[in-house]
């Protein structure tokens, strides 16, 4: 698909099969979000303050909380268990949250870029956020898939359910899943 197509193509879905995503397609969706492109420097698919890299991504899932780890473009579980209904509570109720058949969640450790550029990193790490958010919906058109990109959640609910530690701040969270024909 052109880059014309899968921009037109993009809506916000709100309603998915069952169908679980395939890990191939999961592994693209995540790449898509914090991929990384150049080995030699580590720099990734999306740009980044002074390559400061302050995202952390992670999937949620019928099996559990995962975390991406673009170091070796895999998965680690960290959470055992579905969660996908907690992670709906946390976003106020929302049910494409609870049936999604997996949501990506983006995280950010703001100091690794206020250690270089002072209270002005804040802000780099949402724009960051938003340029990971637009890969993730990007790619899931070009796979044939969907999301959603959900703003309104509790941000200490989410950080309580991925277990993040101290500084982790939750940014965005996009369920993904096949469209209803
Ligand atoms: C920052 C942001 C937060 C959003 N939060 C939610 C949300 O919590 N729930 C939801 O259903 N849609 C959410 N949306 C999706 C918008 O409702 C949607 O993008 C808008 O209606 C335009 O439709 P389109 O995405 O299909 O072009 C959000 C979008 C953005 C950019």
Redesign the pocket.
């Known amino acids: 698909m052109s880059f014309e197509d899968v921009a037109a193509k ?5 309603e998915f099969s069952d169908e679980r995503l395939s890990e191939k397609e999961l592994l693209k969706i995540l790449f898509a979000a914090q991929g990384i492109t150049e080995p030699g420097t580590g720099h990734r698919s999306v740009p980044s303050a002074g390559a400061t890299y302050p995202l952390e991504v992670y999937l949620v899932n019928a099996d559990g909380v995962l975390h991406y780890d673009p170091s070796s473009n895999s998965l680690k579980e960290v959470v055992q268990g579905d969660l996908r209904a907690d992670l709906s509570e946390a ?2 109720g ?1 049910s ?1 949250v609870r049936n999604a058949p997996a949501s990506v969640v983006i995280t950010g450790f703001a100091t690794r870029t206020t250690q270089k550029y002072g209270e002005r990193g804040r802000r780099y790490v949402y724009m960051e956020a ?1 340029h990971a958010a637009q890969n993730v919906l990007l790619q899931a058109v070009s796979l044939g898939l969907a999301g ?6 509790d941000d200490r609910e989410v950080e309580g359910i991925l277990g993040c530690g101290s500084g982790e701040k939750a940014l ?2 996009l369920p993904v899943g096949r469209p209803v024909q």
């Open positions: 993009r809506r916000s879905v709100r976003a106020l929302q494409v938003g959603v990109p959900i703003g309104a959640f965005y969270i």
